[in-house]
Nanobody, 126 residues
Framework: VQLQASGGGLVQAGGSLRLTCTAS????????LGWFRQAPGKEREFVAA????????YNEDSVKGRFTISRDNDKKTVYLQLNALKPEDTAVYYC????????????????????WGQGTQVTVSS
């Protein structure tokens, strides 16, 4: 599986972006898909994930209802809508995937994911 992330850019505080991650390969609908981010000098952190069963989970401490993850299995794409952006959201955002059964835990740590995209830079100016 190869993942290609895009949609990052420079935006003012309070603005919005939509990140896109498109996958190649079969059985996309069987994957759990996640977004992580890494700010300069910081460790990579979990942002959000969507299960193959449609369930979602977020890093509520960081996201607090501002971000929304969704998927389109027909397009083999996962989205991350970023609203009300803050300067502290500045980071490289990575998408990741793992194959899972319907009842598998959704996964909030890096080691739980098998495939990673190359990252897309999001910069929020104050």
């Amino acid at each position: 599986v190869q993942l290609q992330a895009s949609g990052g850019g420079l935006v003012q505080a309070g603005g919005s972006l939509r990140l896109t991650c498109t996958a190649s390969g079969p059985m996309f609908s069987r994957y759990i898909l996640g977004w992580f981010r890494q700010a300069p000098g910081k460790e990579r952190e979990f942002v959000a994930a969507v299960h193959r069963n449609g369930g979602t989970t977020y890093n509520e401490d960081s996201v607090k209802g501002r971000f929304t993850i969704s998927r389109d299995n027909d397009k083999k794409t996962v989205y991350l809508q970023l609203n009300a952006l803050k300067p502290e959201d500045t980071a490289v955002y990575y998408c990741a995937s793992k194959s899972a059964i319907l009842t598998a835990p959704i996964g909030r740590t890096q080691r739980e994911y098998d495939y990673w995209g190359q990252g897309t830079q999001v910069t929020v100016s104050s």
